[in-house]
């Protein structure tokens, strides 16, 4: 049974890091808000009981541009999951936020559905050697196949000249995946998550330079052709059941 909607061509974003409080739903919402910028009905997928993604939305007015919202948490892991087959028309991108202290089998299940994955490390010694022990455990315990999924990590909240951002950098630098992004500390994200909004749809005067910070997270993600795409098993697909009359196709 898939945990994520699995339509060809569809661009499986999943942000995960078990380290509570890095960034994760922060990201999940600015992926969000940008791809509902570019015209298409993206699908946040809120897979923490916290609902945070899902508060997110709840405040977003009806007058800016629509995101179709999934509180995923709802759903027991086995059941068969009825929003599965409610991917809307137009939907190119799921974007999943995950919960601080997901397991093992959850974080190897939604990898293997990802096609992209990123994760946020914050500039602390405590969080970097969390993102070490994590990195560590994706690469050799779950054996994640770099071929299968990208892999990017964004550096979170982060101090220009600071000695944390240093050590966070150069731990970053010794690994085969990329910083495709560094975010620095400001009260933008935090306002934009109380709005319901993004940083691209806060005033250009003050969203200007974290919008900026944020653009190469969008140019990675944007450099996926669905011809990467992972052969996921067939009968995963099959599993939907679908309404009658609709198509996965
Ligand atoms: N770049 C940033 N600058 C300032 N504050 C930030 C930034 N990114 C996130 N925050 C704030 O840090 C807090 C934690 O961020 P967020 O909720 O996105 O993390 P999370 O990984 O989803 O947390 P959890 O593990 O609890 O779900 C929030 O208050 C958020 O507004
Ligand atoms: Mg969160």
């Not at 919202?69 to 929003?83: D, K, P, Q, V």
């Not at 050799?140 to 892999?151: E, F, G, I, S, T």
């Not at 993600?221 to 098993?233: A, F, G, M, V």
Request: charged share 20%; net charge positive.
């Amino acid at each position: 049974m898939s945990l994520l909607p699995n339509r060809h061509g569809l661009q499986r974003i999943v942000v995960l890091n078990p380290k509570g409080g890095c960034g994760k739903t922060s990201i999940a919402t600015n992926l969000a808000s940008y791809y509902s910028l570019q015209g298409e009905m993206p699908m946040l997928l809120d897979c923490d009981p916290q609902g945070a993604s899902m508060r997110w939305l709840e405040k977003r007015s009806r007058l800016r541009a629509p995101i179709h919202g999934i509180a995923a948490y709802r759903n027991s892991l086995n059941m068969t999951r009825s929003w599965q087959q409610r991917v809307p028309r137009e939907t190119r991108h799921v974007i999943v936020d995950t919960p601080a202290a997901l397991e093992g089998p959850q974080i190897h299940d939604l990898i293997y559905e990802a096609n992209n994955l990123i994760i946020p490390v914050l500039a602390s010694p405590i969080d970097i050697r969390f993102a070490a022990r994590f990195i560590a455990e994706l690469l050799l315990v779950a054996q994640v196949d770099l071929r299968a999924v990208r892999v990017g990590i964004v550096a979170n909240r982060t101090r220009r000249n600071t000695k944390s951002l240093r050590q966070l950098m150069r731990f970053l630098s010794g690994l085969k995946i990329p910083v495709i992004a560094v975010l620095r500390d400001s009260q933008n994200f935090v306002n934009a998550v109380g709005e319901g909004i993004g940083i691209a749809e806060l005033p250009t005067y003050q969203g200007r330079e974290d919008n900026r910070s944020l653009q190469p997270v969008f140019s990675w993600l944007d450099q996926w052709q669905p011809s990467q795409e992972k052969l996921l098993n067939p009968t995963k697909i099959d599993d939907l059941r679908l309404p009658h009359g609709t198509s996965l196709h």
